[in-house]
């Protein structure tokens, strides 16, 4: 069965803390994916990698960063956490299909809470 | 830019009506990929459909079917004859440019079945 495991599903942490949120999937894809999910606002994406070491942002990376250096783990950073960064993440994977997007796979996500 | 509208925040029906989910979207690009995920009350995000933009027909499996219509810039999803474990969010997404691998989201549609 193919999986996206997100190393936490709920976590509490106080502003200024460096918080890690790591990713790893099953499937040798070669994207992953990590957005975060706010009520009336969707699903929004911070950033996303097509390859080891290759990383590109997405439409909200400020205060976030991300690690990539095995194919299947990607990691989101927050440098220093604050409360508007109290939010569910959601990581995900795919790999192309012909010229477009493949679909995309889904971990459990974390649900963060910045006191 | 890309962007998806989900005008249905939330939809409420009794079991066995039947129920559409409206998406429109806003791209540029005249090559481009449509997606609808379902995220039960567990929060998996699980794929329920991808199309491209030169593929027009309707698609049906089961009792889900979806209506895909350029001219409105829409991608409609219809469940038949619901049921209680219908009750999930939904949402359209859209990557918008032919070897894109990101997917935009729209807000989503929590849709509730009621025994």
């Known amino acids: 069965d193919v999986k996206v495991t997100q190393s936490s599903r709920y976590l509490v942490k106080r502003t200024g803390e460096k918080v890690f949120l790591e990713c790893v999937q099953d499937m040798d894809h070669e994207n992953m994916f990590w957005y975060r999910q706010d009520p009336g606002l969707g699903l929004r994406l911070i950033y996303f990698s097509y390859d080891v070491k290759m990383k590109e942002k997405g439409d909200i990376p400020e205060g976030y960063s991300v690690s990539r250096e095995k194919k299947e783990r990607f990691s989101l950073i927050l440098e220093s956490a604050s409360t508007n960064q109290t939010s569910m993440y959601l990581c995900?994977?795919?790999?192309?299909?012909?010229?477009?997007?493949?679909?995309?796979?889904f971990g459990e996500g974390s649900r963060l809470t910045v006191l | 830019a890309q962007k998806v509208t989900q005008a249905q925040t939330e939809i409420s029906v009794v079991e066995k009506e039947d129920v559409t989910l409206d998406c429109v979207y806003e791209t540029r690009d005249t090559t481009y990929y449509l997606f609808w995920y379902k995220q039960p009350p567990s929060g998996e995000l699980v794929f329920l459909i991808r199309?491209?933009?030169?593929?027009?027909q309707n698609e049906i499996s089961g009792r889900y079917s979806w209506n895909f219509q350029k001219s409105t810039s829409s991608f409609n999803f219809t469940i038949t004859a619901s049921q209680v474990v219908d009750s999930a969010v939904y949402f359209c997404a859209l990557s918008g440019r032919q070897g894109a691998q990101k997917l935009v989201f729209g807000q989503g549609t929590r849709l509730t079945i009621n025994p």
């Open positions: 199309r491209n933009s030169f593929d027009e």
């Open positions: 995900a994977s795919s790999r192309p299909r012909g010229l477009g997007p493949g679909e995309l796979f």
